[in-house]
């Protein structure tokens, strides 16, 4: 039977002022329930043109009467309403209808009627979780400035139900949030509800698109990667408007490679005589020892640090790598970190770094023999890979804990000029993170008077693949280098 005859045959008609009018089914519901009118003798629609004029109006509650509903039904009903199902708002009713008859209806969990609710609830949740998951919002700039655009194609009719997540989530920004049967729209003030759009009318990309697919890549793990469970989470259908879906073919194709590769970089027993140079060095490391507190040489600070316990580098380090110099230098370099070869040796800046920089140092017309360097943790950190130990930037508790070193050494050897080399000597010596591409080439005055000469480590200039690049780079740290040694002779 089609629905126009339906709608004819009914003794009742209530004609929804939209999908999504929960309010106004709950009010009509309520004025039949209580009027006996039976879910047969009543026509649910939307669609104003199609209601019989002829229809009976709805009867008024009867006076003295009430309605009581399970709190727990009334907010099922209410994620029930936004399922698309066009039999929903007839359904509900009937389920209404045995409810008042049958208080325990909805703990049947064999009958139909219960088990399609739950469904149909179920249904429209997973909906909202999808939503929240796969917006992907791009930027546009309107007549008021920056705002930002997305396009959703949901199941059900949930903009309206899910939108003040979007607010409080997105509280600082202007945003629309597009899909075939509603519009979202939050202003920064108020959130409002427009008609249905076409995906043409949605912005296609914009500069962040790059940004979710790195992240998307690094938080990939191909060890764990199970396709199936992925697609179930996330279905292809919203891959069209995610921009990491374009790495997920690719990911899934090299997985097997991406987990050989991550076994074969997992953490394997330190060469043997990393265990002979460690034991010869810190033979005492159990005895409690000085904090350097009252060291009047740099000889008995470097003796103090020696059982250096402020942070936990110093359980895989080799040794402590002190700075070294002459105590009365007048310019006092400051790197990150030993690296392995400074670990072993014990001598700061004596690996691939340490001899560009010598050799800069050099051409800069800066004896060495005449400049205090040090680094601004004196423990080697590092991630063991197969047989290698590769370098680990110190984090903020470790580059904090060790500035207690780096103070002593300045107390004692009082340099007129400080030399901060990258971001880590830098955030010691400032004690705050520095933009040093930025900031390179200034000459920072701290509030006791020290000044500090901002510019990248050396091994800055190893890491860059052409050597074209290198060379110029190598170029402009000389400069900063000649530039020290004008400053600290003027």
Known sequence: MSAAPHLALARFTVALAAQTDFAGWREAARRLMLNGVKPEEIAWTVDRLRVDETAAALPAVPQGSRLDVPRSFVERAESV???????????????LWRLSREPALLHVASDPDVRRFEAMDKAVRRDIHKMRAFVRFRRIEDDLGESYAAWFEPDHFIVERNAPFFVKRFAGMRWTILTPCASATWDGDELSFGPGAARAGAPREDDAEELWRTYFSSIFNPARLKVKAMQAEMPKKYWRNLPEATLIPGLIAGADKAAKDMIARMPTPAPAHHEKLQARHWSVREPEAGDGGDAETIAELREAAKGCRRCPLWRDATQTVFGEGPESARWMFVGEQPGDQEDLAGKPFVGPAGKVFDAILDEAGIDRDQVYVTNAVKHFKFEPRGKR??????????????????????????PDLVVALG??????????????????????????????????????????????????ERKRFLGDLQAVRRLATA
Not at 88 to 95: D, N, S
Request: hydrophobic share 45%; aromatic share 8%.
């Open 81 to 95: 309403f936004c399922h698309s199902d066009p039999e929903r708002f007839a359904f509900l009713y009937r389920l």
């Open 389 to 414: 130990r590769i370098h680990s930037k110190p984090n903020a508790g470790e580059v904090r804990a060790c500035r207690w070193w780096l103070d002593k050494e300045l107390a004692l050897v009082k």
């Open 423 to 472: 971001a880590t000597a830098a955030q010691s010596l400032l004690g705050k993170a520095v933009p040093v591409t930025k900031m390179r080439g200034q000459t920072i005055e701290r509030e006791d008077g020290l000044k500090v000469f901002i510019t990248i480590h050396p091994s800055f200039i190893l890491r860059i693949p052409d050597p074209a690049d290198a060379a110029a």
